[in-house]
């Protein structure tokens, strides 16, 4: 067998999990090394090496009697024909950002591609059941993030994730799913449109191998990829004891930095947030509260585009220069403009993502000074 094929085996043990394996690695040097452990050597491990593991005489024999070199041999073949790549903490291309945390993945099941390491990553975290301004802030603070070249990081569930991914993918970014079922199961199934875009702009990544049902204890596990993933983490609404906390509780673990979306008082999902501003997060009122701690001189780099109006593409200047200091209506830029609503939309997103405007309320905009 190959080296990855030795490594598919051990990572699919019944009953032998992360920390089982690192202990039987430190003995055996490798996954080849475990699999051709003698039974008298696993015992000695016991006893020796796995205190307070729980290694039972049950684990053993799964560990003895999984040898199967046709089955493993054929199960890998299958990965590489379904499009899924097999990455274990043997290999250098295993992310080291993940591979310093507690508790870390022996191994990792991957569509499409894995961040590369010098890419900086933001996750977005929050509720499923989110309101329509989380949905919108959701699609827009994730596209000017990913716009700029920060990566996005969620887990591919109902509300503020998908709306995550989708704010990435406008802008063409880079986005990851972290999933908490097998590889190649969508879930939830009215995400496959995400699912499938996602592995040309990103990647699907799980810790579970094909086959693996959603079942709800791997959910709050496949936080700690989220959080290991990441540089920081952005919270969009979350209850007070919402599951996103639990993102946040090991991103603290981590080491990672922290923001949140606030909210009103009186919002049931603004609760967590609010908190968590209380407690130190930073408040996020615009992408630049962001960007500014992910790229340096980032402050510098924006006034210059300011003052270069050039960079702007003449529908983009049409719409500037008929903006001032007070408020205008969407309705009343459109008629001055000429522009469909449509285009006009989307040249005050660009605007405002580059710096150029910014919406005082729902509809309403002015030039930035």
């Known amino acids: 067998m190959t080296q990855n094929e030795y490594r598919y085996w051990l990572a699919n043990i019944h ?17 080849e090394g475990v699999f051709h452990a003698s039974k008298k050597d696993l015992e000695s491990f016991r006893e020796e090496y796995a205190f307070g593991l729980r290694m039972s005489d049950v684990d053993i024999e799964s560990i003895y009697n999984s040898r199967n070199v046709e089955k493993t041999q054929q199960d ?4 590489e024909k379904n499009g899924i790549y097999f990455v274990s903490k043997e290999e250098e291309r295993y992310p080291s950002k993940l591979g310093n945390i507690f508790g870390a993945p022996y191994a990792l099941y991957v569509k499409g591609c894995l961040p590369r390491e010098e890419d900086k990553v933001l996750a977005v975290v929050g509720a499923r059941d989110c309101s329509p301004y989380g949905k919108e802030m959701a699609k ?79 959910f709050p596990m496949r936080n700690r990829i989220i959080s290991g993933l990441c540089d920081g983490i952005l919270v969009i609404e979350a209850k007070e004891k919402s599951g996103s906390l639990i993102t946040v509780d090991m991103g603290l673990e981590q080491g990672k930095d922290i923001y949140a979306l606030p909210g009103r008082v009186t919002d049931r999902l603004s609760g967590g947030c609010n908190n968590l501003i209380k407690m130190g997060a930073k408040l996020v009122t615009s992408p630049k ?24 593409e003449s529908n983009g200047k049409i719409v500037y220069a008929s903006l001032c200091l007070e408020p205008k209506h969407i309705e009343e830029i459109a008629i001055q403009t000429g522009l469909s609503l449509d285009l006009l939309m989307e040249q005050l997103l660009l605007l405002e993502l580059r710096g150029f405007v910014r919406q005082t309320m729902k509809n309403y905009y002015v030039a930035q000074d």
Request: charged share 20%; net charge negative.
């Open 140 to 218: 827009y603070l994730a596209s000017a993030v990913a716009k700029e070249g920060i990566a996005i990081v969620s887990g591919l569930a109902r509300g503020i994730d998908s709306y995550a991914h989708e704010g990435a993918l406008i802008s063409k970014g880079l986005t990851y799913g972290i999933m908490g079922c097998g590889i190649d199961i969508c879930y939830p199934k009215e995400n496959i449109n995400l699912y499938m875009e996602m592995q040309k702009e990103g990647g699907i990544i799980s810790e579970y191998a094909p086959g693996i049902q959603p079942f709800a204890g791997n």
């Open 289 to 312: 509260d962001i960007l500014e701690d992910f790229i340096p001189n980032y402050e510098q780099t924006m006034d210059e585009l300011k003052k270069n109006n050039k960079l702007l």
């Open 76 to 79: 890998y073949a299958k990965l």
């Open 15 to 31: 009953n032998i999990g992360a920390r089982k394996i690192e202990m039987l690695l430190k003995m055996f040097v490798s996954a």
